[in-house]
């Protein structure tokens, strides 16, 4: 197997499957985070959320940065590409709001969603 992005984006894919007779089970929801690679090999970062863990998650800390509660699952527009507020990353420094694409998950600041909602609000 040669690794590339592409081949890391099937096992992306392949994982995501396979995982999800064990999310059923455990009732948990497993995300794969980040892959690093070179030539003899790759590791990957992931999180299990406990169902409804990550709304949990961003209902305690997004107050505190001046987001509602109600704006997870909101969908915002980057680009005009729709992302959906689907978590909160309390460890990092400046980019703790996580958005999903529906395959991918990015980070974003506090303050960029407020902007955002905002824009859409006036609309």
């Known amino acids: 197997m040669k690794i590339n992005k592409s081949t890391l984006q099937e096992f ?5 499957r396979v995982i999800a007779e064990l999310e059923e089970k455990y009732q948990i929801q497993i995300n794969l985070q ?4 070179d ?7 992931g999180r ?12 305690r800390y997004a107050p505190s940065y001046g987001l509602n509660v ?3 699952g909101k969908i915002i527009f980057i680009k005009n590409k729709p ?7 309390r460890n990092a420094k ?4 996580i958005i999903c694409d529906g395959k991918n ?9 407020k902007i955002l909602l905002s824009k859409i609000e006036e609309l």
């Open 12 to 16: 992306r894919d392949d994982f995501k």
């Open 83 to 89: 992302y959906k507020i689907c978590g909160w990353k």
């Open 34 to 37: 980040q892959i690093n690679y």
């Open 94 to 97: 400046k980019n703790k709001v």
């Open 48 to 59: 299990a959320n406990l169902e409804g863990g990550a709304q949990k998650e961003f209902e």
């Open 70 to 72: 109600t704006d997870f």
């Open 105 to 113: 998950q990015y980070r974003t600041s506090p303050m960029n969603i």
């Open 39 to 45: 030539e003899f090999g790759f590791d990957f970062k």
